[in-house]
C-alpha cells in the first residue's frame, strides 16, 4: 500500500474502538521514523479480516507496506515476511476472531519460534464484520446471533494464553487512549522477539464495552480497566502470571522477557553450522576425502 485507496469504500460505525488503534498505530510508527531514522516503507503491515483486518486501508499519512491478508492467517504471511525479508519490520492487525479463534493455532508455534513480529490483538469480544457473533472472549452466557440462548462456553483469557505459550512480551492497552498504546506498540516493535499487543477496542454496534472498561460510579459500576501497579516485575514471569490472574483488564507492559532471542538469531547460527556441513559434504562429493 503506498497510498490510502480512494476506492475503498469500508467505514468503520461511529465511536468504533478501532479508530483508536489505527491512531495508536500511525503514532507508533510516526515515533519509529523519527527515532531510529527508519523509513516507514521499512514496516510492513499484514491485517486478517475482519472490521479490524480494514485498518490496514485506513491508514492516515505516510503508509508503511500493507497486506491485508486472509482470516486467521496473519501468522503465517508474516512468518514469510520476516524470514525471506529480516530486515523488515513486521507489524500485524488481527481481530479477536481472527487472532485467536480461527488463527488460535499459530500462536504457540510462532511463540515457541520467538518470531520476530508486532502482533496488534483488536479485540471487541465479538465477530464485529459478520454481525456480532460470539468469538472467543465474548463472556459466558451472552446473547448472539450464534448463541441465542447465552454462550455456554467460558471466555478465552487472552493474556494468560500468550503467557503459558510463551510469548516473550506482552502487554495490554485500551483503544480509548491512543497516545499511551502507541508507547506500548513501539516497545514491542523494540522488542527483540515475538510481541502481543492485546487492545480492548469496542465495537458500539454489537458489544459496547467502553462503559465496563470506563465504569460509571453513578450506575455503580467499577472500571474493568486499571494501571499495571507501578511496582510490577515486567521480566518475572510469575508476577506477570500473577497479574493476568485478576479481574479485570490490567494496562501496561506485562511481560518482557529480557533473555528473548528471537528466530533470526538463531537461523544465523544454524546457517553458520550449515555452511560448514555443506563444505564437507562438497569435499566429498568432489572426491578430497578420498
Ligand atoms: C476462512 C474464513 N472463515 C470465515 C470467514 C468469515 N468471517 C469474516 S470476518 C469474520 C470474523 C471477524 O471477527 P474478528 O476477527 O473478531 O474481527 P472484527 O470484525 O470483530 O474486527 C468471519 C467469521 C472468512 N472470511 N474466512
Ligand atoms: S461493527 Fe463494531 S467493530 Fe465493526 S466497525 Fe462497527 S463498531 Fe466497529
Ligand atoms: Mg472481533
Known sequence: ???????????????????????????ALADRVNRLKEPIENTVLVSGIGCSGNLVHLQEGPQPYGFHGIHGRTLPI?????????????????????????????????????LDVTVVVMDNGIYGLTKGQASPTTGFGVITPTTPYGKLEEPMRPLELYLALGVSFVASAVSSRPKELAQFIAQGMDHRG?????????????????????????????????????????????????????????????YRNPDSVP????????????????????????????
Not at 225 to 235: E, F, L, N
Not at 263 to 290: F, M, P, S
Request: charged share 25%; aromatic share 6%; net charge neutral.
Open 1 to 27: 500500500m503506498s497510498k490510502r485507496n480512494p476506492e475503498y469504500d469500508f467505514k468503520w460505525c461511529p465511536g468504533c474502538g478501532d479508530f483508536g488503534v489505527v491512531r495508536g498505530i500511525e503514532l
Open 78 to 114: 508474516a512468518w514469510g515476511v520476516k524470514t525471506s525479508r529480516p530486515e523488515l519490520n513486521v507489524l500485524i492487525a488481527a481481530g479477536d476472531g481472527d487472532f485467536l479463534s480461527i488463527g488460535g493455532e499459530h500462536i504457540g508455534p510462532q511463540a515457541k519460534r520467538n
Open 194 to 254: 515475538f510481541s502481543i499487543v492485546h487492545v480492548q477496542s469496542p465495537c458500539t454496534t454489537y458489544n459496547d464495552t467502553y462503559e465496563a472498561l470506563k465504569g460509571n460510579p453513578a450506575k455503580g459500576i467499577e472500571p474493568a480497566a486499571y494501571p499495571v501497579p507501578d511496582g510490577h516485575d515486567a521480566s518475572d514471569l510469575d508476577a506477570a502470571t500473577r497479574l493476568v490472574r485478576q479481574k479485570g483488564v490490567p494496562v501496561g507492559i506485562v
Open 263 to 290: 528466530l533470526q538469531d538463531r537461523l544465523t547460527e544454524a546457517r553458520e553450522r550449515t555452511k560448514v556441513r555443506t563444505r564437507d559434504v562438497d569435499a566429498l562429493l568432489t572426491g578430497l576425502h578420498i
